[in-house]
Structure formats: structure tokens, C-alpha cells
């Protein structure tokens, strides 16, 4: 059975808000403090995968739907793992539970960054994710996403496994093993009629719906010299 791997981001859009959704502040103040304000909203409580209403996202998940609906050529539907990096939480499953809250990278001071992350363990669960074994595994983050998991060339990755990230940030990846990185930018977005925040999950979604088809296979996904933005445009999966 097929094995994929899902890291995305949270997102500002929410299934569900509250007045007073946790903050920053609720997350750096936390054990009793944070149990308690998670007590408050704990009937609003939303597995990760459902929470979010980004573009990204939602996206996403229609990728998710489509490929769990298909067998793959593999004898059953594949086992898709999706990872959520939020900025509160830190790494979590997508049956995760979260509360309502208000947080992200976005926006932070590097040293406020590093730090926070840091304190979330976001580089070790990171590795510990991905140095799994996996068929394929997505990783769909921006840039202050990114730099909270602290990649460098100690990573290990488990399994072949495609970046989607902009140009400046494809620049600054080191070279590692397994990983091949797909670089996007404003023309990919008018390419794929898709806004440039929701791009990652548009083709997220395409790939997956073309492995769910059979439309593409894992050797064409990892080979360098296959077109991968081509494929996914012309495949109409």
C-alpha cells in the first residue's frame, strides 16, 4: 500500500473563530495557563484537518478526498498522513484536536521565530516526520514556515519527497537526498488560474488526483528531467 506524507501550514482562515480564540500570548504563557483557556473552548475543539479554510487547504484536502477514494494500481486506497505545522500548536497530526486560536509565524522577528520554534520542538518533530518511511511526501510551507523547521543537510528524509516553494527559498535549501524541489512564483499562479497563497495546494490537489487515476507515477514525480508542472497542466485529472 502506498504511503504519503503531507506537511502543510495552518492557515488564518478558520472553520471555526471565537471572540476570544487563543493567542501567542495564551501559547508563551503555558501549562495551567494554557490548560485552562483550552478548558474554555473545549466544545469548539477541531481535528487539524478540518480547521482550516485557506486556500491552501482546502485545496489540499480535496486532493486528500480524491486520492483516498481511489486504489492507485496498489490493491487499496493509499494511506495519506497529513502533518499540520501551526504556529501554536506546533506539529500535529491532522486528528489532532485544536482549539480556536489566533497565531502564526508570519510576520515574526527572526530571533522571535527561532526561538518559538524552537520552544514548539517544530526542527526535531520535523525530522522525526520525515525521516520516516514514506512512498512520497508533500511538503507544502512558505518561508517562515520553513525556517521554523531549521532545515539543513543533517535532515534525513525517508522517502522521496517534493518541496513546492518560491524562488528566494528554493535558493536557500541545501542540497539533500530524496528531495527535489519545484519552484513557483506569480507566473506559475496565472498558469495554474490559481491565487499565488493557494498555489501549493492547487497542485497538491492535481498530483494527488493524478495518482489517484493513475495519471502519474512515483518515478515521474521524482525525476528530475520530468516536466512536473507540465504534467500536472496538461493531465487534466
Not at 500570548?25 to 482550516?52: I, N, P, Q, S
Not at 486560536?101 to 527561532?114: H, I, N, P, S, V
Not at 525521516?131 to 539543513?152: R, T
Request: proline share 3%; net charge neutral.
Amino acid at each position: 500500500m502506498m504511503r504519503i506524507l503531507i506537511i502543510t501550514s495552518c492557515t488564518g482562515e478558520k472553520t471555526v473563530t471565537h471572540d476570544r480564540a487563543l493567542t501567542l500570548d495564551d501559547f508563551t504563557r503555558g501549562g495551567e495557563h494554557l490548560a485552562k483557556r483550552e478548558r474554555e473552548l473545549a466544545k469548539l475543539k477541531t481535528a487539524a484537518a478540518e480547521l482550516y479554510t485557506g486556500q491552501q487547504h482546502v485545496r489540499l484536502m480535496r486532493g486528500i478526498e480524491s486520492i483516498l477514494a481511489g486504489d492507485n494500481g496498489n490493491g487499496g486506497a493509499p494511506k495519506v498522513e497529513l502533518w499540520v505545522l501551526s504556529a501554536g500548536y506546533g506539529l500535529v497530526p491532522g486528528d489532532r484536536k485544536l482549539a480556536p486560536y489566533e497565531c502564526t509565524f508570519q510576520g515574526m522577528k527572526a530571533k522571535q521565530l527561532r526561538e518559538w520554534a524552537d520552544k514548539l520542538d517544530v526542527p526535531i518533530d520535523f525530522r522525526s516526520v520525515v525521516s520516516g518511511d514514506y512512498d512520497l511526501a508533500l511538503i507544502l510551507l512558505g518561508d517562515a514556515y520553513l525556517k521554523a523547521c531549521s532545515i539543513d543537510d543533517s535532515i534525513q528524509f525517508g522517502g522521496p519527497t517534493l518541496f513546492f516553494c518560491g524562488n528566494s527559498v528554493a535558493k536557500r535549501l541545501p542540497r539533500l537526498k530524496n528531495v527535489r524541489v519545484v519552484t513557483l512564483s506569480h507566473s506559475e499562479a496565472s498558469r495554474f488560474s490559481c491565487g499565488l497563497v493557494g498555489l501549493k495546494g492547487e497542485l497538491a490537489y492535481r498530483l494527488l488526483s493524478c495518482f489517484s487515476v493513475r495519471k502519474l507515477d512515483l518515478a515521474e514525480v521524482s525525476d528530475p528531467a520530468v516536466d512536473l508542472l507540465a504534467a500536472l497542466e496538461k493531465s487534466n485529472c
